[in-house]
């Protein structure tokens, strides 16, 4: 009985074994018909059946034109912009209580504006720092100044002294033309690995990241793979024209999984002129802070709108104040905590509905500036009116 099992299956191995000796001979066969060119065929292994065709389906004229063409233009791009993304480094003092002044380096992007030896990266990548280098794509290494920075757009402008000839400046796009799906490149440092080229599409448009004490509004998404030290590099069109500049990812890991984000070109248009300028961005200021209604609390309540901001202070003096907008006039508790009503309720802001603080401050910060006069549309008291507010500049700090 038992050698009946042995036979059994050793004839099955050898079946087993025949089929892989003949798959395995009509893959090499196949191979070798790829690989000679007509006339020098291989004859298929004994054996085999010879099915598979000998000759690659060719890939259409048009197809491939258009595929170099694609090609072509991401070159064209390398090889503009690369010289003018820089690699900068970053060298902080930290106190440790047992191991006293302990250096720590940072690395991270940016790229030449201008050929006055000005550079802009974003701030998370210089903040903090005592040492400041930029290394050039010519290898030159410089000691960079920091002009200016602005923590709530992420952005910084640095200055190096170099001759203006090593200097090349990008060109600048304008990211209120962007279309979902359109190619973008990014080039950077990403792991201290300079210039590296990435390259991908616009994901969405007009995201909000939450950071930790803001909204950071108007974002690009984008699927280029973007990683630490690849912060403060270009994002570019096919044109090789910066449309934003690289700035988060979100990953579990760390690492990227194709979601990036990138500062709109408009906003450092904006920003950076003023950096250069005073050292600083004037943000506008209402001068006043809200709570956000929903439907629950408006039925709670008895608010006469289901959306909108209900006015809870107003600081005296404040742009809001001389408009004439008027904060909460009597607190409620709760076992939710204290509720503030009795004020004005915000419900647009020229013509534009806000149901949240987030659409109110980034509508502020993209879309005005300091000295310019937005209309409040509120409600006081049930009845409609409008207030016509002159922004000032928000504080510091």
Known sequence: ?????????????????????????????????????????????????????????????????????????????????????????????????????????????????????????????VEGADQIEVILADGTTASAALVGADAYNDLAVLRIRVPREKLIPVALGDSSQLQVGQWVIAIGNPFGLDRTMTVGVISALGRTLELSDRPLGEVIQTDAAINPGNSGGPLLDLDGRVIGINTAIRSPSGGSIGIGFAIPVNTIKRVVPELIARGRYPHPWLGASFFEITPAFAQAFHLPVDHGLLTVQVVPGSPADQAGLRGASQRVRTRFGDVFLGGDILTAIDDRPVRRVDELVIYLENYKRVGETVTLSILRDGRPMTLRVTLGERPSG
Do not use: K
């Open 1 to 125: 009985m038992r050698r009946a099992i042995w036979l059994i299956l050793a004839g099955i191995l050898l079946v087993v074994g025949g089929c892989a000796v003949t798959t395995a001979g009509a893959l090499l066969w196949a191979r070798s018909a790829l690989i000679h060119p007509p006339g020098e065929r291989a004859s298929p292994p004994p054996g085999s059946s010879p099915t598979l065709s000998s000759t690659p389906t060719p890939i259409p004229p048009g197809v491939l034109s258009e595929a170099r063409a694609l090609e072509a233009a991401f070159i064209s791009v390398y090889q503009r912009v690369s010289p003018s993304v820089v690699h900068i480094t970053t060298r902080a003092t930290a106190f440790d209580l047992f191991r006293g002044p302990v250096y720590q380096e940072g690395t991270g992007s940016g790229f030449v504006w201008d050929t006055e030896g000005h550079i802009v990266t974003n701030n998370h990548v």
